[in-house]
């Protein structure tokens, strides 16, 4: 993946000028997050979606490519083979923007609050003052302790808070232990 990565940002920056616009959209996830840290503001804690959990959970359209290809192979009139390549490039690129999507998700927890960071063009950027914090729930499923993560929810006196729960948090023992340790240190300063 890195190395479609690196063939991907070489072709933009040969078509795209260093200009504000590539500075804009092209940058890496890390750097989306510096630029909504607040002035003193310190990452405690940065990460991103396990990428092998994210794997997992596209299994199912990935078989459903293979059958395609299958029987766009077997089959002998050229509509189906046409119909099965129009929904292989469909699916295959549905793919790809959830790729993007998971690769430029952060969740980080900082000195003031916990924030989660989304998307590629259309960036989303939520956070909840730790002041604001009311309840969190850490909610593991098989494949969640096959590859070590968990979906965490962290709730806020606000209920209609935009904040969603983060989903596949590598390890979510100390991610949940960062922000237990968290919420009394705001409270104290």
Same mark, same amino acid.
């Given at each position: ?18 200009? %504000? ?35 997992? %959970? ?99 006196? %606000? ?31």
């Amino acid at each position: 993946m890195r190395l479609l990565w690196r063939i991907w940002s070489g072709a933009v920056h040969a078509f795209l000028p260093r200009s %504000n616009v590539r500075t804009r959209f092209f940058v890496s996830p890390s750097e989306v997050v510096k630029q909504y840290l607040l002035d003193g503001e310190e990452v405690v804690f940065e990460s991103s979606p396990d990428i092998r959990a994210w794997g997992y %959970n596209q299994l199912v359209d990935l078989l459903i490519t293979l059958v395609l290809v299958v029987m766009m192979f077997v089959a002998s009139d050229s509509r189906v083979t046409a119909f099965g390549l129009i929904l292989e490039v469909l699916l295959l690129g549905s793919i790809v923007v959830r790729y993007a999507r998971h690769r430029f998700t952060r969740y980080v927890l900082t000195d003031r609050r916990v924030m989660r960071t989304s998307g590629v063009v259309d960036r989303h950027h939520e956070w909840i003052a730790w002041r604001k914090v009311t309840d969190v729930s850490v909610r593991r499923g098989l494949t969640d302790h096959w590859f070590d993560t968990a979906t965490i929810k962290i709730q806020s006196a %606000n209920e209609t808070s935009g904040f969603q729960e983060m989903v596949d948090v590598p390890d979510p023992m100390k991610f949940a232990l960062t922000i237990v340790e968290m919420i009394p240190a705001s409270e104290a300063s």
